[in-house]
């Protein structure tokens, strides 16, 4: 069975650097976390997308 895949995108320029598996799978909320973007050179706020 495979494992399903969520990526985290730069909420400046979209662009989605970040995969993780979702550890949580009835959570209401996105997971939010600062990461640093490469295109952006920067921490930015990284949101969870599908």
């Known amino acids: 069975m495979a494992q399903k895949k ?13 995969h993780m598996t979702p550890t949580q799978m009835g959570q209401s909320k996105r997971l939010e976390l600062m990461k640093f ?5 920067r921490h930015t706020l990284h949101k969870e997308t599908k």
């Open 6 to 18: 969520t990526a985290l995108a730069c909420s400046v320029c979209g662009n989605r650097n970040y």
């Open 37 to 41: 973007c490469k295109h952006c050179n």
